[in-house]
């Protein structure tokens, strides 16, 4: 015989009491997902239109070049004209990550709506970088913010599974030598609260913290010890649905593709010719 409590409730819940007004009530879906819609800039001065356009189609040459697996491009956009500097900064708008790295400067970075394409924004620096993903944010990714004390980190009440899983995230660490990235599954493991404020005293805090938005919302941080970095996706209602560690240079969710690569020179020639 299967004990009732083993069984959801019945007669509670949204939809199980008369509605005073008649109506039903519904949970709210999820949205918001973020889609590519071409953006045509504007601008009065023409001088300034064909230098904006002569750097979008060098953007575009170095996307195609990068793809195939050349060196990031760099291009200074303080060598522009202010109107210039407007319409490419029109153009190129903002899309689904961006990133903050700590350290001297600081620097902002923000994906264009072109996938590769990154606007990195600090004290005298101002450019795009055509790349997977800006150079920084790998060479500076697992600077100390806040240092990786290891199993030194203070242990009480409530403690688990934490000294295990820094384990295998060191031992991870030191073995890893690229491809394929090794995840910790949090959401699949027992774990406590203390587990993870263990855990996160432990693997300290790295300089790189990445947001990448498109259906809900991907947090990326990287810890003080080399390789590993804390990956949480959450739903557009801002809910925690998947809670990981991977331990490889960076989290495939943060890179744009060859692919992509190759699709955004498509679409910046795209606005060109509108533009012409």
Known sequence: MVSPFTLP???????????????????????????????????????????????????AAACEVVAQGAAPAVFDLAALSPGARRVVADALGQGEVSMKIRGVPAVMVQESVFAGVWMCLAAGMDHVEIAPVPGLALSRAHVPHRPAIGALARKGPGLANAPAILTELAEKSRSHAGGT?????????????????????ALGE?????????????????????????????????????????????????????????????RIRDVIEAIR
């Open 9 to 59: 409730p019945a007669g509670f819940g949204p939809g199980s009491q008369p509605d005073p007004e008649g109506e039903l009530s519904y949970m709210a879906m999820p949205s918001g997902m973020r889609t590519y819609s071409p953006h045509i800039p504007e601008a009065e001065d023409p001088a300034a239109m064909a230098e904006a356009l002569a750097l979008l189609a060098e953007m």
């Open 206 to 266: 790295g300089a790189v913290t990445i947001l990448s938005r498109g259906y809900g919302n991907c947090r990326i941080t990287a810890t003080a010890l080399p390789l590993v970095w804390k990956v949480q996706f959450y739903n557009s209602m801002d809910t925690l649905i998947l809670d990981t560690f991977e331990v490889t240079d960076m989290p495939e969710v943060a890179l744009a593709a060859a692919e992509d690569l190759k699709d955004s020179a498509t």
């Open 181 to 201: 990235a090794h995840v910790v599954n949090l959401s699949l493991l027992p774990h406590t609260p203390e587990d993870l404020d263990w855990l996160a005293e």
